[in-house]
Nanobody, 121 residues
Framework: QVQLVESGGGSVQAGGSLRLSCAAS????????LGWFRQFPGKEREEVAR???????IYGDSVKGRFTISQDNAKNTLYLQMNSLKPEDTGMYYC???????????????WGQGTQVTVSS
């Protein structure tokens, strides 16, 4: 069982930056992925970024070049550095953990409680 707790959301003006953190606890397999999703009102959750089992970062097209995902293995913490934020980045951001085979089965795996990001123009 994996528990995820996010922090770091907030409000910022367009062009600003925020860093999200996700503290993970519990135990997981070697094929476990960690990453970030976001959800806009009335929309399904969409993948923002993840780190695969080889440690490679994967990004959604809308955030490439602006967001950076990283992890501190010693602290079991995942980060999302968000730069050049746009109003369309406004939404609820969730940390996610799941085995690779189940990553896109959103009803499985672990989710954090979510943290709100609001970007004003």
């Amino acid at each position: 069982q994996v528990q995820l707790v996010e922090s770091g959301g907030g409000s910022v003006q367009a062009g600003g930056s925020l860093r999200l953190s996700c503290a993970a606890s519990g135990s997981w397999s070697n094929s476990y992925w960690l990453g970030w999703f976001r959800q806009f009102p009335g929309k399904e959750r969409e993948e923002v970024a993840r780190i695969d089992v080889h440690g490679n970062p994967i990004y959604g097209d809308s955030v490439k070049g602006r967001f950076t995902i990283s992890q501190d293995n010693a602290k079991n913490t995942l980060y999302l550095q968000m730069n050049s934020l746009k109003p369309e980045d406004t939404g609820m951001y969730y940390c996610r953990g799941a085995d690779a085979d189940w990553w896109y089965h959103l009803g499985y795996g672990a989710w954090g409680q979510g943290t709100q990001v609001t970007v004003s123009s």
